[in-house]
């Protein structure tokens, strides 16, 4: 797509990957280089998606044949060629991207980005696996070892074709950031920080610490969403003080800016349907994780075949295989479970010696290594990297250190790997087995397969914890140990269930009285509640659900929080006249994006937020906690307590909400006008997506698409997150997928902004407009189907 047509698309990008902005980066031959050269350069640089290649590397030839999407269909004569093929494939669409997120990985951002990214390099060394190399490769799968070498031997082909002296050139956005890609190892894709943001709550135990520190562990538990209820349980004699977020603020993942908090930005929605409940008679499953909205697309499609392999779905581009999809036999979706994989020890640190800690031994010596990091502009740092028995040292001071201990320094625990084994399974015996290597990201995967059996397991390494709850940093003494390791069949799974389905959307996952302590902080049950409100309306009503059920479905936007909040605003309005109060009271709750009435909801929804947060919350944690939980607000004015609200509390309550519609009204007159027929939810709380070299010169021309009116919020099923009062969606559903196991080829997906990460290039935002209208592309899968909507054909053979 051209730039005049990129403009007037309407579409405006932000990626938000593994780094900030990378206008920092040396720029070389754009000073004020013409848009038109720009263009040119981009276009000469795009990989070749037809014709006939000569690769050295491979066995056989190998066919790859792309569909009017984008999506590479691999067809190999044997498993190495196929990875091989996949590593080579990916890198066409996707090396810019790739390269960040290993550099992420491997603590190498500082070399491009300069001082800024030091920290959040210690801290990805720290966290990198040291244990047994042999046990990692075998967790996932027994050849695990021979597919990495396969697939990173095909990226090197790529960056070999790329950077000899007669080739094409490196891709566009290697020219403009002035540094070039090196070669891939195997190791390369054992990666700890790609998922990393979704193992625990190391952060939360540190939120709750500084709570506890300031008011009181019983006062402070009042204030958490808690489930199962339990009471925040301090150790004897712990110091908390001091302690408090800030201190991990680099501690992030490689798919996330800084910027942006890792933990608030998961979520994912999904569920299988058995096919007693559908128009075929054969099960459907759906699945639209929720990660963060980026440019490119966090996931890449592909259909991985050659003998023992015919898997279909995405996963991220630094990884081979499919971490989601289906085979010729079981499909598969997942969203996030809310394993608590991370614990924090308070190291009491030796005033005589630094570098020793206490143990219940006594005095022991953390183990130090030396790590030298190089920084763009500036001679190398050399910095000690420190560990205790428990795991890294993430901060000190003179008294004492938090030492992190998590799953990640288990072997099998580099996030999505896993599939390796998933995309082989043919039944549901197979799948189960394929759960036990399954350790990062801990998930709610749900199943379907063609002998019409449906089903869910829960997975993840969950540490088990004998005596305390794990939301508190403990004491590194000695008394607090993680006791092993949940076995597979301890964690929540359903087989055939009577309902007739399941449906998971990142709620509590554990049954009524579990007795383990897995997690205690879980998304609220809005989207789960009302996916299911709709899957069980089409079982009694008799509805048989189709694919296009299903579609309608993941992008619904009726807020069951919103529903709640009018219903109390109509007890406290009574009979009102106020246009504001008649507006809400007329209004269906969908989160439309021309809904004037949505606006002022979304506007009202913070402000009653803020209203009662400032009567609940201690005024000691007002400058920490900027408001409670939207579950616990809804609650607390469903149930107005005096303790809350005072001797008359349902008056007082009532007074609230019209005093927060009123400050409601008042900004969203601000931003959109005074006229209220002109308001529209859309106007404000669009999705932005900006490259990250989009600070370049001309860079903004050539890289950005710009903006689209989004629907929908945090809670509704086609979840669309903000965060405070900028409205602009940060994170959500880039990639969807309805698999129909009565014809794999009815499946449908889509995936934003595009399969290819080049700019001009024909797949960089071609599915935008479908994904923007909450639309699919069929997810072709027999050899049949995809050789007859193939739109470019690429023979790679042995050179």
């Not at 070892?145 to 697939?151: S, V």
Request: include cysteine.
């Amino acid at each position: 797509m051209g730039n005049a047509k990129r403009r007037a698309a309407l579409f405006f990008v932000t990626v938000f990957f593994s780094v900030g902005p990378l206008w920092q980066f040396a720029i070389r031959g754009l000073t004020q280089s013409s848009t038109a050269k720009l263009d040119s350069r981009a276009k000469k640089a795009i990989s070749e998606i037809r014709g006939t290649l000569q690769i050295a590397g491979l066995e056989k030839p190998v066919t790859v044949l792309r569909d009017r999407w984008g999506v590479a269909h691999i067809y190999a004569q044997n498993q190495h060629d196929l990875f091989f093929a996949q590593g080579y494939v990916v890198s066409q669409d996707r090396l810019f991207q790739m390269e960040l997120w290993k550099r992420s990985g491997e603590g190498r951002l500082a070399e491009i980005l300069g001082p800024s990214a030091l920290q959040r390099d210690v801290n990805a060394r720290l966290l990198r696996y040291s244990g047994d190399i042999d046990a990692e490769y075998k967790s996932y799968s027994p050849d695990t070892k021979e597919i990495l070498r396969a697939f990173t031997d095909g990226i090197n082909a790529y960056i070999a074709e790329r950077t000899r002296p007669s080739g094409p050139g490196l891709p566009i956005e290697f020219q403009i950031a002035g540094f070039k890609p090196e070669p891939w190892r195997p190791e390369d894709c054992l990666n700890r920080m790609a998922a990393f943001s979704m193992t625990g709550n190391s952060t939360a135990e540190l939120y709750h610490a500084e709570a506890v520190a300031r008011i009181g562990a019983a006062r402070a538990t009042k204030l958490f969403a808690l489930d199962p209820a339990v009471q925040l349980d301090p150790a004897p004699g712990v110091n908390f003080a001091g302690l408090s977020p800030q201190l991990l603020r680099n501690l992030v993942g490689s798919d996330t800016r800084i910027e942006f908090p890792a933990s608030a930005l998961e979520g994912s929605n999904d569920w299988t349907v058995s096919g007693a409940l559908t128009a075929s008679g054969k099960p459907i499953v759906a699945n639209d994780p929720h990660r963060v909205i980026a440019e490119p697309s966090l996931r890449y499609i592909v259909h991985l075949v050659a003998p023992g392999w015919d898997v279909i779905g995405a996963g991220e581009p630094g990884l081979p295989g499919v971490a989601v999809g289906h085979n010729q036999n079981i499909a598969w979706g997942f969203t996030i479970f809310g394993l608590d994989q991370q614990d924090l020890y308070i190291e009491k640190l030796n005033a005589a010696n630094p570098l020793e800690y206490k143990t219940e031994r006594g005095w022991a010596k953390m183990r130090v290594e030396k790590e030298t990091f190089g920084v763009r502009g500036q001679t190398n740092v050399v910095v000690d990297l420190k560990f205790t028995r428990h795991g890294p040292v993430l901060w000190a001071d003179k008294t004492r250190a938090l030492a992190l201990r998590w799953v990640g320094a288990e072997p099998g625990t580099a996030g999505y790997l896993g599939s390796l084994a998933v995309d082989r399974a043919q039944n549901w015996q197979q799948f189960v087995e394929a759960m036990k290597r399954w350790k990062v990201p801990s998930e709610n995967i749900v199943y379907a397969d063609r002998a019409e059996n449906i089903g869910e397991y829960s997975v993840g390494l969950a540490p088990v914890r004998k005596n305390w709850y794990g939301l508190l940093p403990v004491p590194g003494d000695g008394g607090y140990e993680w006791n092993g390791f949940l076995p597979l069949a301890e964690l929540p799974h359903s087989f055939n269930p009577e309902r007739g389905f399941v449906a998971t959307a990142n709620h509590k996952m554990i049954p009524p009285n579990y007795p383990y302590r897995v997690g205690y902080e879980w998304a609220p049950g809005f989207r789960f509640r009302r996916v299911t409100a709709v899957l069980e309306a089409a079982k009694s009503s008799g509805h048989k659900l189709t694919v296009a059920d299903m579609e309608k479905l993941q992008n619904d936007v009726l807020s069951t929080p919103a529903v709640e909040l009018i219903g109390l605003l109509r007890q406290a309005a009574g009979n009102s006249s106020d246009p504001d109060v008649r507006l809400l009271l007329g209004w269906n709750g969908l989160v439309a994006r021309d809904s004037a009435a949505a606006a002022l909801y979304e506007l009202w929804l913070p402000e009653v937020t803020a209203a009662v947060s400032r009567r609940a919350v201690p005024k000691e944690l007002w400058n920490m906690m900027r408001g409670w939980p939207v579950a616990k607000v809804l609650d607390s004015i469903s149930h107005p307590s005096p303790e809350i609200f005072g001797g008359h509390p349902e008056a007082a309550r009532n007074e609230l909400l019209l005093d927060a519609l009123k400050s409601a009204h008042e900004k969203l007159a601000q931003l959109e006008g005074p006229d209220p027929a002109k308001w529209s939810w859309g106007r404000i709380h669009v999705v932005e997506f900006r490259h990250p070299l989009d600070e370049a010169p001309q860079g903004k021309i050539l890289f950005d698409l710009g903006p689209i009116a989004r629907p929908g919020d945090d809670y509704t099923v086609d979840a669309t997150g903000f965060r405070g009062s900028d409205f602009r969606q940060v994170a959500g559903a880039s990639y969807r997928e309805i698999m129909d196991l009565s014809d794999w080829d009815k499946s449908v997906a889509v995936n934003v902004p595009g399969q290819s990460g080049q700019p001009e290039a024909p797949h960089y935002s071609d599915l935008l407009p479908l994904w923007g209208d909450g639309r699919y592309f069929p997810l072709w899968f027999s050899r049949g189907a995809v050789q007859a909507h193939a739109a470019d054909k690429l023979v790679l053979k042995p050179k």
